[in-house]
């Protein structure tokens, strides 16, 4: 590639780049479960997790409830249907207790579900939260898990630290879990799709706002804060700079403020408006300004 196209597919890239990152998102939807009440220790079939019925109370005996959690991630339904892909994403937990318990450290990452997305949060949302009892048949080699309850969910979530309290009431168990999104660093917005990242180089010097706005480091300006702010009092006409309080003269002018014009070289009473020039003081004359014309004239009276 020629040196006259390489500036040229420099640009085209960093447009590229900068595209992408307005265009793409990223974020995570949280999932915590809390507690879990099964009284009956028995599956949404009927049955009991393990073992038969007692035949008195007709209570499941035998053992509790292997509990663990399913969640699927959709996009919005408002008439909820378990078919179909989980478009948004889908998880599991580990078995967090028996037939009722309660997460007592509610940042437990046993008892908390994360899915990661990379496209703009439409903030409408469908989920599906399955309680299930973990079965294990070592005769079959076979791991699942039998349905206990299911909860259906249709709602509207944004960003924000603050968790969504959500409760399941069922005909076999109820239980509480809570949900929130949040956007990854440097992403921002409803739909975690504003990309800012702070940065203190030759394309910028900025911070981000909760916003996603860039808000210069002192010294800088402009919409990617990359011009340095002069000196004050530096001349814009006659001055600039590449750092902040600099005031680099202009060939031509000279001073702290770059507002000084420098004289033809040799001048000697004269001063000047605009560079290189010799503009003499009064009873001076000449290309210098170096004749004194006082002396002239009297020497010519006499």
């Not at 179909?84 to 078995?95: D, M, Q, W």
């Not at 994360?114 to 599906?128: C, G, N, Q, V």
């Not at 001349?235 to 309080?245: A, L, N």
């Amino acid at each position: 590639m020629s040196s006259v196209l390489l500036p040229a597919a420099l640009s085209l890239l960093l447009l590229l780049c900068a595209r992408l990152q307005v265009s793409s998102a990223s974020g995570h939807f949280e999932l915590q479960i809390l507690s879990m009440q099964n009284v009956n220790g028995q599956l949404q079939s009927g049955a009991c997790c393990d073992g038969p019925r007692d035949a008195t109370d007709r209570r499941c005996t035998a053992d509790e409830c292997d509990t663990y959690f399913r969640v699927c991630l959709k996009e919005y339904q408002l008439k909820v249907s378990s078919a179909g892909p989980c478009s948004f994403g889908a998880a599991s937990t580990p078995v967090l207790g028996g037939n009722t318990f309660s997460v007592h450290n509610a940042k437990s990452d046993n008892a908390r579900i994360e899915l990661p997305f990379s496209f703009a949060w439409p903030r409408l949302y469908t989920l599906i939260a399955e309680a299930l009892d973990f079965n294990n048949d070592s005769s079959s080699g076979s791991v699942g898990g039998a349905l206990i309850e299911k909860a259906l969910h249709s709602g509207m979530i944004n960003p924000s630290r603050q968790w969504q309290s959500l409760k399941h009431n069922g005909p076999v168990a109820q239980f509480h879990f809570q949900v929130r999104l949040g956007c990854d660093e440097h992403y921002y917005g409803f739909g975690c799709n504003k990309f800012c990242r702070p940065r203190d180089d030759f394309f910028g010097h900025y911070e981000c706002d909760h916003n996603s706005n860039k808000t210069c480091l002192e010294g800088w300006s402009g919409p990617d804060c990359n011009t340095a702010i002069c000196r004050q009092g530096c001349s814009t006409e006659h001055g600039s700079c590449k750092v902040p309080g600099e005031c680099k003269c202009l060939y031509g002018w000279q001073g702290e403020y770059c507002d000084q014009c420098i004289p033809h070289p040799g001048c000697v009473h004269g001063s000047c408006v605009e560079p290189w020039q010799c503009l003499c003081d009064t009873n001076y004359g000449g290309q210098l300004c170096d004749k004194d014309i006082t002396a002239d004239e009297l020497h010519g009276d006499a």
